[in-house]
């Protein structure tokens, strides 16, 4: 069961629009969730998070919300640099002292940004 | 080190052969991750140590995988008997402390394949 869901294996935009990646989730008990963004041959890194006790976070050009109601966050790229194409993760962990930071990644988007 | 370390960075080996990955974690940091990603999917979680011990082990596929942290620090995960269907980049992560934020500093991979 694929408990964190990217449906979008691609994503294509312009330099300068925005780029919006979408997840969705069906573990009620995911509260922390957060977007890694990976480059060929290297491992993902980390890019922005948020609790389920908010709706929004940004950072700089990143926005992620949260739609706890519908299961669903999405991350905002504005404006979209070509430097910015790579796949990007959605990860969702449970959190607590027990469960360490587990983490469950959905299938990823590969994002383009044509110049 | 400045950043997690993993080696090899490639492994080619026979079906049946024994496996040893090996991973540097971020010095300083007590937690350490597993995950394995296969073609076209996200990281998959395999193990998670705190400190020495293993502290989640339940996304271990079977018992032909195993992995050690001896001394807090440097882990190895060994595979016996190699399959076909092991073949996936093996990531390692590490982070500070075990619990609340997720955010995990990945290495860039052990690229497995086996013939």
């Known amino acids: 069961d694929q408990q964190v869901k990217q449906n979008s294996p691609s994503l294509s935009v312009q330099e300068g629009r925005i780029s919006i990646l979408n997840c969705d989730y069906t573990n009620s008990m995911f509260d922390y969730f957060l977007w890694y963004k990976k480059y060929p041959a290297e491992g993902p890194t980390f890019l922005i998070s948020i609790s389920s006790i908010k709706d929004k976070n940004e950072d700089g050009r990143f926005t992620v919300f949260l739609n706890k109601s519908a299961k669903h966050l999405s991350l905002h790229i504005v404006p979209s640099q070509p430097g910015d194409s790579a796949v990007y993760f959605c990860?969702?962990?449970?959190?607590?002292?027990?469960?360490?930071?587990?983490?469950?990644f959905g299938e990823g988007t590969q994002l383009t940004v044509n110049p | 080190g400045a950043g997690v370390s993993q080696t090899p960075s490639n492994k080619v080996t026979e079906k049946g052969k024994y496996v040893e990955l090996r991973c540097d974690p971020i010095s300083g940091h007590t937690a350490l991750y597993w995950y394995r990603q296969s073609l076209g999917q996200g990281p998959e979680f395999l193990i998670y140590?705190?400190?020495?011990?293993?502290a989640d082990d339940s996304g271990l596929p079977n018992d032909r995988f195993f992995a050690v942290r001896p001394e807090g620090s440097v882990s190895t995960l060994k595979i016996q008997r190699t399959e076909r269907g092991d073949s996936a980049v093996y990531l390692c992560?590490?982070?500070?402390?075990?619990w609340g934020t997720g955010e995990l500093f990945f290495g860039e991979g052990s690229r497995l394949t086996v013939l």
């Open positions: 990860a969702a962990s449970e959190g607590g002292e027990t469960s360490g930071s587990r983490l469950t």
């Open positions: 140590f705190q400190g020495t011990g293993a």
């Open positions: 992560a590490s982070s500070l402390t075990p």
